[in-house]
Each structure stands twice: as C-alpha cells, then as structure tokens.
C-alpha cells in the first residue's frame, strides 16, 4: 500500500474542512483506481488537520496527483491554513480488537533511518514492538509509514482515550531509547491528535 498525507496548519474552520472531506474529496476519490481508504485526524485548539489517502500501489497514487492538487488548492482557499503533501509506502498497519474510529487519539512519531536499515528495521518492528503495542490496553491500531529512499518515515498509533494513549507514551520512551542506541533510529517530532473522520 502507499499512502499521501494533505496537511494543514492553520485552518480556520475544522468542521467545515471535514464536511468538505466527506462531501466533496471523498466522492472524487473513490472513483480514482486503487484507492483504499482516507483519514482525517486533527487538532481543533491549533487548527492542523491531515488527511491521509491509501492507494493499492504507487501508481494508482501518482494517478490520482492531479485531484489531490485540485482540492488542495480549493481547501486552501476555503479554510485557509498551510498545506503540506508528503508521500510513503505503507510499510504496516494493524489494528486491534476494535477499529479506529472517530474519537480516537493518535499519536504520529517522525523517524529516520539509513535506508540500509530500513528492512531489518520494519522486521524488528513488526515482530518485536507492534505485539507489545496490541497488549497494551486502549490499543486500536498502529501504522509505520516510510520512504525508502531516505529513509524517512513516521508511525502513528491510535488509542481509545486519553488515559491509554498516556500509558503507551510513558512505555514508549524506553523502547525510543533502545532503538537510538541499538539500532540507528533517529526520533523527530511527535503530535497528538483527534481521529475526525474514517472511510474505506
């Protein structure tokens, strides 16, 4: 899978930006070949809101670029805001016993690594940090994004409430410190946001 991710800072209408999600990309989209999936998670009190697309294969993503740069354009002049394209494969997703839904936190976590790494990397991931993900309580889905190319990335984990995601966050630290040490990952910034709005 390959992903887009649309995002603005400094909306100025959040609700209104969703609506024009639901009833205006959402539509468009779904006839393009390939696609998979949107998202739309937020932060209301900063007025940064992504919408991330999933594609079947990086060429049903490139296909659909002259669309997303249409709606951009017509968001940007609604709303209002900087916008922000970037682009990955989908490496991972999995997701607990419940779905992600809206209401949702997420928690998105910049991480680069030497493109060399970037397999064994995703293996260790997968086998060693998503498990002990899904057993923590609260726990609705992770998702590891990457270019291979520089080695550049984020993972996104959703969380029922407040009170998981704040447990997962005080894990979490030891295994950041761990892979810095033992495996070459650099950690950039991290955001806490609202999951608003899912379709597949």
Same mark, same amino acid.
């Given at each position: $899978?390959? *992903?887009?991710?649309?995002?603005?800072?400094?909306?100025?209408?959040?609700? !209104?930006?969703?609506?024009?999600?639901?009833?205006?990309?959402?539509?468009?989209?779904?006839?393009?070949?390939?696609?998979?999936?949107?998202?739309? /998670?937020?932060?209301?009190?900063?007025?940064?809101?992504?919408?991330?697309?999933?594609?079947?294969?990086?060429?049903?993503?490139?296909?659909?670029?002259?669309? /997303?740069?249409?709606?951009?354009?017509?968001?940007?002049?609604?709303? !209002?805001?900087? $916008?922000?394209?970037?682009?990955?494969?989908?490496?991972?997703?999995?997701? !607990?016993? *419940?779905?992600?839904?809206?209401?949702?936190?997420?928690?998105?976590?910049?991480?680069? $690594?030497?493109?060399?790494?970037?397999? @064994?990397?995703?293996?260790?991931?997968? @086998?060693?940090?998503?498990?002990? $993900?899904?057993?923590?309580?609260?726990?609705?889905?992770?998702?590891?994004?990457?270019?291979?190319?520089?080695?550049? !990335?984020?993972?996104?984990?959703?969380?029922?409430?407040?009170?998981?995601?704040?447990?997962?966050?005080?894990?979490?630290?030891?295994?950041?410190?761990?892979?810095?040490?033992?495996?070459?990952?650099?950690?950039?910034?991290?955001?806490?946001?609202?999951?608003?709005?899912?379709?597949?």
């Amino acid at each position: $899978m390959h *992903v887009r991710v649309n995002t603005a800072t400094g909306a100025s209408d959040i609700d !209104g930006a969703i609506r024009f999600v639901e009833e205006t990309v959402l539509p468009e989209v779904r006839e393009h070949k390939g696609f998979a999936g949107l998202t739309v /998670s937020g932060n209301r009190s900063t007025g940064d809101l992504s919408v991330l697309t999933i594609w079947e294969t990086e060429a049903d993503r490139d296909a659909s670029e002259g669309l /997303s740069e249409k709606v951009r354009t017509e968001a940007v002049e609604k709303f !209002g805001g900087q $916008m922000r394209v970037e682009r990955y494969e989908q490496a991972l997703f999995e997701t !607990g016993d *419940v779905p992600p839904g809206p209401g949702a936190k997420l928690h998105i976590r910049e991480v680069r $690594m030497n493109p060399a790494d970037v397999d @064994e990397n995703l293996a260790f991931f997968r @086998e060693s940090v998503v498990p002990d $993900m899904k057993s923590t309580p609260g726990f609705l889905g992770v998702r590891q994004l990457i270019d291979r190319k520089t080695g550049e !990335g984020r993972v996104g984990s959703v969380w029922a409430d407040e009170a998981s995601l704040t447990a997962q966050l005080e894990k979490s630290e030891q295994r950041r410190a761990a892979a810095a040490t033992e495996r070459r990952v650099e950690f950039g910034d991290d955001s806490i946001a609202d999951v608003l709005f899912i379709a597949r």
